[in-house]
DNA sequence: TTAACTGTACCGTCTGGACGGTACAGTTAG
DNA sequence: CTAACTGTACCGTCCAGACGGTACAGTTAA
């Protein structure tokens, strides 16, 4: 098979990578172009040929986003447990790729960028379909209340290298929750 | 009475609601000391003649954040439908002097500013409190989630100018909701 | 087979603008 | 007279993006 690159462009994932990890834990503020390169051990020159400007940046981020949650949601509608269930468990951080890309993207739409603003919109659309599938319509919009307010609180306690709480026992609360809005 | 000032600052209560409307309109970002002296009808000089500097600013915002917020707490604790309830209500964007320096606050806290970031914790355990009071350890966090969800929704939605969505159905179900989790 | 060439994957520097903040001289109004 | 401003000029820093290179893998043609 003919290869069409010269090399492979490894700056590239790096650069997609950095980019999310600063936007995780330092904020969208701190993710310059400058910072991006930086973490990722790739000149500005490097970054700016793979991505000619930040918004080209954030749209192959906001792809990543959209391919994980499809999984995701694929997963979430098989979830033996149900679909509810499923949610609020998937709700808490985890650092799992999906996690890191999700948070990512929101501490873009904090700063109203509108293109992000569209598709967590449309996220949320999305779990609350499976939702009222799952709990009915009428219980949907809580049960996805919960699952976000345990991921807002979660972002609004992360200091610099701030400790996770201990979020387990939320969980086991909101789940128990859970079952009593079942009914 | 004697008057000890020459003018009443009339520019000091324009510049902070300025700074107040462009964090809950435009995000932390476009909120630069110009941004607020222009919307604010101040020349920067008078900005800076009243706040120092920028942190100056954040932290009289937060103490109006405080002093609204203590008034709010009595209010839920004297609650005559509960403490629950009340919150549950008042999480709804309603466009009060409170809701306003909430998500002003909120914004600054996205962008990691420290001293907010504390406060708002301490808000969250004040809320905790109360709704433990009302409904029980076991289920003031799911109630206190499903109130910041539903925060955290109306912010995700907010486009410029985006017309608040109808939350009064979803008020209704969390209510709903509310009244299973007491069962 | 090898020299000439092409395109990809980078690097390092520079520029123009925005932003926070300073300084200070003047103006208005109680 | 003094507090509350206006207005402008400026500084240092940071940032997005432009630009001109360099290194090298693969392709072509003599």
Do not use: C
């Not at 003919?2 to 790096?14: D, G, I, L, S």
């Not at 098989?78 to 890191?100: M, N, Y």
Request: hydrophobic share 50%.
């Amino acid at each position: 098979m003919m290869e069409r690159m010269a090399r492979k462009p490894v700056a590239r994932e790096a650069v997609l990578d950095a980019f999310e990890s600063l936007l995780i834990e330092e904020g969208e503020r701190a993710a310059t172009l400058d910072a991006v390169a930086r973490l990722a051990g790739v000149s500005k020159g490097g970054l700016l040929y793979h991505f000619p400007n930040k918004e080209a940046m954030i749209s192959v981020l906001l792809e990543r986003l959209d391919r994980l949650l499809a999984e995701d949601l694929a997963a979430m509608a098989a979830a033996p447990e149900g679909a509810a269930a499923f949610f609020i468990k998937s709700s808490v951080w985890a650092d799992t790729p999906l996690d890191r890309v999700f948070v990512a993207a929101t501490r873009l739409a904090e700063v109203a960028h509108q293109e992000t603003l569209r598709r967590m919109a449309a996220v949320q659309a999305s779990w609350l379909e499976l939702l009222a599938a799952d709990v009915g319509p009428a219980m949907a919009k809580p049960v996805l209340y919960m699952g976000d307010g345990l991921y807002f609180n979660a972002m609004l306690a992360r200091g610099p290298g701030g400790p996770d709480p201990e979020v387990g026992a939320d969980v086991e609360s909101l789940l128990t929750a859970l079952g009593r809005l079942r009914g």
